[in-house]
């Protein structure tokens, strides 16, 4: 091979200017670079040698030269531009590393640019060319919002392509089936059951078989379509199927899934009895499915069969039994019972077929004899006794069966006490280890035998014995049985035990939580005793709670402990917690409720000296003695409160002046609770209410606008002073509510009080208005709802509306009695009702719900019903609602209770019918 030149000694490359690599090269002129056109090119001599090979016809692969030398890493063998001895040092390296960090530096600065760009170009072309998917993204995110029985209400896709239209149509068509066929599916599934048509005299040959089975095929083919016909519509068709095969033997079918798994499944459970004829189960699946195949005739065959196969299986006799009548199933237990004279559930099905009681009786005694140890069997013959030979057969099943506890129990409660005690003895001697016994011996002491106080010695000494037999006590299985020694009347063995395993197994730092845990669960499960003796176990380990003595209080009132025990439990908690107020004031509330004035004062003089700056013990003084017609010494009473200067003794003060009509003295106090109080606002409204029943409206118009000042934050006297204004000039009213919510932005009761304004000028334009602008402020208020929608007249529009406020506002008292309102006006009483039981559920303290439910009820409901929310009001108790607050809060109603002015509230509501 020819070597190559040196690399100085090679010509350069083609355009090769020497220097220009380093910048040693001059400036060019128009001359040098010549006219402006493509300057021709010398060829490169390889590339020359190159197209000669080729024109030569020799393959240029073939002759190249793949040596080392030959080889560059930039462009590969035969492509170098250096020389072929050229080694690639490390300051070649070092170049390219730099161009690299250059190349990357320039490619971070135009990336974010860069980036920016492609987003726009993809954003547009996205809006140009929107995706699928794009399309489809708001209605993807709707899709959380579904709910399970709108996903199971959506219908299943079906395939509409043409292939399988075509197949449908083709399967729908109906084709007369050859009789090869038929004969055919006649031999392999055999759907008859019993099929007692005979061929007549002289057809009986192979030929006139094979034509009556062809018959008898097309008639199951053709009771099958019918079937068909029938289920495509529901059950209803026109077409009567039985009706129409009047002509043909009735066959009794209950057919589960196709004639082919059918036929499978009797080929698998054949396989089974061939494989295995002993195996029980087999045989009664063979059974039950020909059962279920209508094929009864075949079924009573395969259990006989059974039977004599495997005579030791309980269970084949049984199925055979279910299989046949009485008297045939009579007849194979007793082959049953001479194969297994143990079997207790073939005996009892034997005494279950028997209608007469002494031939019961009979096959009882029978069985007892080859069982005498069967618990079953002897309840079964004790039950058909009369109660003295029920106690001659428990004396021997005793003797049978020593270990039954059940056994003993029943025979002690057939005996005298006297006796009775002594079973119950020798059943503890039997069975030292279970306690039923114990609990037995003391219920007979409680019930039977007039000794009350005899379980508190049997319970613990119960206890002691079964501890010594290692037997562990368990306490919640201890407290069941307490509950059942309460049902069944014997609360002493109730207490025994409670008393007795309370403590057991409880951390000392748990006990009072667990204790209470236990009471609430007795009284959810109605055990009133139980609960009540785990409630004194607690109070007398923990006299210094108040929270446990409340709780008894609590179960002696609402589950009929009679006044004295009520009295006694508040007593001894007092007692105990002479500093908690809660207690006195439920005693001498207690003690007023039993007519008992004097004792009330004595227990709320006590509680005087207890708590001498109880600021609620004098107000219950002051109740007590205003309830009782002594406003003298209710004034006593406040006069001495005062002293400890407590806003509300000043309050409740100046409230029995303004009862008992002193306006002087009324005027007085509040002079003196302003001085004492100038940011309480309620004095502020009092003294101004108090101007405006004297006639003195510039003197109230300064009050409110004093109080203002003191308490701009106060809405209801917002709203005191702008009705104040209304009498005199609308406008100023409006101008004093628009300067009320600037200081109260989005307050419901502002935007209400002027919206009502407009309403009473007659302003309808403004309503429209102001309602608007409330919206934007409160969108979400009931209140508001529930004026928009009884301004709203059109009966559409205003079922429209409740429907959007409540989506608006879920569950909205106000709301939900609007909505009932316009029911009543349908005549929809029911519905009525529902609603407002439903705004007193959702707030009980709402008076008006209270209030339009007993009128209801006095118009279209019972006095049992009346009765009941009379009752249900009580207890609530409601104190809102702006009826309400309008009757109750009226001077000339202080001293009607809830009753009462529930009744006034709903005579004053007015009619929906008629509005």
Request: a positive charge; glycine letters at 4%.
């Given at each position: 091979m020819m070597e190559r030149p040196a690399w100085l000694d090679q010509d350069g490359p083609a355009n090769y200017v020497a220097g220009i690599g380093r910048g040693a090269t001059g400036f060019t002129t128009r001359s040098d670079i010549g006219p402006a056109r493509a300057a021709a090119v010398a060829p490169d001599p390889s590339q020359l040698a190159m197209l000669a090979r080729k024109a030569n016809g020799e393959d240029d692969q073939d002759n190249q030269d793949y040596s080392e030398a030959q080889y560059d890493q930039f462009e590969g063998y035969g492509g170098s531009f250096m020389a072929p001895n050229s080694i690639y040092d490390s300051e070649d390296k070092e170049a390219d590393d730099i161009w690299e960090s250059i190349d990357r530096k320039m490619d971070e600065k135009r990336k974010l640019r860069r980036e920016e760009k492609m987003k726009e170009e993809m954003k547009k072309i996205l809006q140009e060319r929107p995706t699928i998917s794009s399309q489809f993204a708001d209605l993807k995110s709707e899709l959380s919002k579904v709910d399970y029985s709108e996903w199971d209400s959506i219908p299943e896709i079906g395939d509409t392509t043409q292939r399988y239209k075509k197949k449908a149509k083709i399967e729908g068509r109906l084709m007369p089936a050859p009789d090869s066929l038929l004969d055919r599916a006649r031999q392999v599934n055999q759907m008859t059951t019993s099929m007692e048509t005979k061929p007549e005299k002289g057809m009986d040959t192979p030929m006139a078989n094979d034509l009556l089975g062809v018959g008898q095929g097309k008639k199951q083919l053709l009771e099958l379509k019918m079937q068909k016909v029938t289920d495509n519509v529901s059950g209803q068709t026109n077409v009567d199927p039985k009706g129409y095969l009047t002509s043909m033997s009735s066959t009794t079918k209950s057919v589960t899934g196709t004639a082919e798994e059918a036929s499978m499944a009797r080929l698998l459970f054949a396989s089974a009895r061939q494989t295995n004829p002993q195996n029980g189960p087999a045989w009664i699946g063979s059974v039950r499915h020909e059962r279920e195949q209508g094929k009864i005739g075949q079924a009573k065959k395969l259990i006989l069969e059974a039977c004599e196969v495997c005579p030791n299986h309980q269970d084949i006799w049984l199925e055979a039994v279910s299989l046949h009548d009485a008297e045939h199933g009579k007849v194979i237990l007793a082959k049953g019972i001479k194969h297994l004279p143990k079997s207790i559930p073939l005996w009892l099905e034997a005494v279950a077929l028997e209608s007469d009681k002494n031939a019961k009786r009979k096959v009882l005694r029978k069985a007892l004899e080859v069982n005498p140890t069967s618990e079953k069997l002897w309840k079964a013959a004790i039950s058909l006794e009369e109660p003295e030979d029920a106690k001659i057969l428990l004396s021997r099943a005793v003797?049978?069966?020593?270990?039954?506890?059940?056994?003993?129990?029943?025979?002690?409660?057939?005996?005298?006490?006297?006796?009775?005690?002594?079973?119950?003895?020798?059943?503890?001697?039997?069975?030292?280890?279970?306690?039923?016994?114990?609990?037995?011996?003391?219920?007979?002491?409680?019930?039977?035998?007039?000794?009350?106080?005899?379980?508190?010695?049997?319970?613990?000494?119960?206890?002691?014995?079964?501890?010594?037999?290692?037997?562990?006590?368990?306490?919640?299985?201890?407290?069941?049985?307490?509950?059942?020694?309460?049902?069944?009347?014997?609360?002493?063995?109730?207490?025994?035990?409670?008393?007795?395993?309370?403590?057991?197994?409880?951390?000392?730092?748990?006990?009072?939580?667990?204790?209470?845990?236990?009471?609430?669960?007795?009284?959810?499960?109605?055990?009133?005793?139980?609960?009540?003796?785990?409630?004194?176990?607690?109070?007398?380990?923990?006299?210094?709670?108040?929270?446990?003595?409340?709780?008894?209080?609590?179960?002696?009132?609402?589950?009929?402990?009679?006044?004295?025990?009520?009295?006694?439990?508040?007593?001894?908690?007092?007692?105990?917690?002479?500093?908690?107020?809660?207690?006195?004031?439920?005693?001498?509330?207690?003690?007023?409720?039993?007519?008992?004035?004097?004792?009330?004062?004595?227990?709320?003089?006590?509680?005087?000296?207890?708590?001498?700056?109880?600021?609620?013990?004098?107000?219950?003084?002051?109740?007590?003695?205003?309830?009782?017609?002594?406003?003298?010494?209710?004034?006593?009473?406040?006069?001495?409160?005062?002293?400890?200067?407590?806003?509300?003794?000043?309050?409740?003060?100046?409230?029995?002046?303004?009862?008992?009509?002193?306006?002087?003295?009324?005027?007085?106090?509040?002079?003196?609770?302003?001085?004492?109080?100038?940011?309480?606002?309620?004095?502020?409204?009092?003294?101004?209410?108090?101007?405006?029943?004297?006639?003195?409206?510039?003197?109230?118009?300064?009050?409110?606008?004093?109080?203002?000042?003191?308490?701009?934050?106060?809405?209801?006297?917002?709203?005191?002073?702008?009705?104040?204004?209304?009498?005199?000039?609308?406008?100023?009213?409006?101008?004093?509510?628009?300067?009320?919510?600037?200081?109260?932005?989005?307050?419901?009761?502002?935007?209400?009080?002027?919206?009502?304004?407009?309403?009473?000028?007659?302003?309808?334009?403004?309503?429209?208005?102001?309602?608007?602008?409330?919206?934007?402020?409160?969108?979400?208020?009931?209140?508001?709802?529930?004026?928009?929608?009884?301004?709203?007249?059109?009966?559409?529009?205003?079922?429209?509306?409740?429907?959007?406020?409540?989506?608006?506002?879920?569950?909205?008292?106000?709301?939900?009695?609007?909505?009932?309102?316009?029911?009543?006006?349908?005549?929809?009483?029911?519905?009525?009702?529902?609603?407002?039981?439903?705004?007193?559920?959702?707030?009980?303290?709402?008076?008006?719900?209270?209030?339009?439910?007993?009128?209801?009820?006095?118009?279209?409901?019972?006095?049992?019903?009346?009765?009941?929310?009379?009752?249900?009001?009580?207890?609530?108790?409601?104190?809102?609602?702006?009826?309400?607050?309008?009757?109750?809060?009226?001077?000339?109603?202080?001293?009607?209770?809830?009753?009462?002015?529930?009744?006034?509230?709903?005579?004053?509501?007015?009619?929906?019918?008629?509005?």
């Open positions: 003797e049978c069966l020593p270990k039954s506890v059940d056994m003993w129990i029943a025979l002690q409660n057939l005996e005298t006490v006297e006796q009775a005690r002594v079973v119950l003895n020798k059943a503890r001697i039997a069975i030292p280890t279970d306690f039923s016994i114990w609990i037995a011996a003391s219920e007979l002491e409680e019930l039977r035998g007039n000794n009350p106080s005899r379980p508190e010695l049997l319970i613990p000494k119960a206890m002691k014995s079964l501890v010594s037999q290692g037997i562990i006590i368990d306490r919640e299985q201890w407290i069941n049985e307490a509950e059942n020694c309460e049902k069944k009347g014997a609360k002493m063995t109730c207490k025994a035990i409670i008393r007795q395993v309370i403590d057991l197994n409880i951390e000392e730092e748990d006990r009072k939580r667990v204790w209470v845990e236990d009471a609430e669960a007795c009284l959810s499960r109605s055990s009133v005793e139980t609960a009540r003796t785990i409630l004194e176990h607690a109070v007398t380990v923990f006299p210094g709670k108040k929270s446990l003595w409340r709780k008894l209080a609590d179960l002696e009132k609402k589950h009929g402990g009679s006044k004295e025990t009520i009295e006694a439990v508040l007593k001894k908690a007092t007692t105990y917690c002479p500093k908690a107020e809660i207690l006195w004031l439920m005693y001498a509330k207690e003690k007023w409720l039993n007519n008992d004035v004097k004792g009330a004062r004595d227990v709320l003089e006590n509680a005087f000296n207890y708590n001498p700056d109880s600021e609620q013990i004098w107000l219950a003084a002051v109740k007590l003695e205003k309830e009782n017609n002594e406003p003298g010494r209710a004034r006593l009473i406040l006069s001495k409160a005062r002293e400890n200067n407590r806003e509300k003794v000043w309050r409740r003060s100046v409230q029995l002046e303004r009862e008992l009509g002193n306006k002087e003295e009324e005027r007085q106090l509040l002079e003196e609770c302003l001085k004492k109080y100038p940011q309480s606002p309620k004095f502020w409204m009092m003294k101004g209410e108090l101007e405006e029943r004297s006639d003195q409206m510039e003197a109230a118009r300064e009050t409110y606008q004093r109080g203002l000042k003191n308490c701009p934050q106060c809405v209801p006297l917002w709203i005191c002073a702008s009705r104040l204004e209304e009498k005199t000039s609308v406008s100023r009213a409006r101008s004093l509510l628009e300067k009320a919510r600037v200081k109260n932005p989005k307050n419901e009761d502002l935007w209400l009080e002027s919206i009502r304004i407009e309403r009473r000028d007659e302003n309808s334009k403004a309503v429209q208005t102001t309602l608007a602008k409330a919206f934007q402020e409160c969108p979400v208020s009931g209140i508001l709802w529930a004026e928009a929608i009884e301004l709203e007249s059109n009966p559409a529009q205003k079922r429209h509306k409740i429907m959007d406020a409540l989506k608006k506002c879920d569950n909205n008292p106000h709301i939900i009695v609007v909505g009932a309102k316009r029911l009543w006006s349908e005549r929809k009483f029911p519905s009525v009702r529902v609603w407002l039981d439903r705004a007193i559920n959702a707030d009980s303290d709402f008076g008006d719900a209270w209030a339009y439910l007993f009128k209801l009820e006095l118009q279209q409901g019972t006095e049992e019903s009346q009765k009941s929310v009379l009752e249900r009001c009580i207890t609530a108790a409601p104190r809102h609602g702006e009826n309400w607050r309008r009757i109750s809060k009226d001077v000339a109603n202080s001293h009607l209770k809830t009753p009462e002015i529930l009744k006034l509230v709903a005579s004053q509501l007015p009619n929906p019918l008629v509005s």
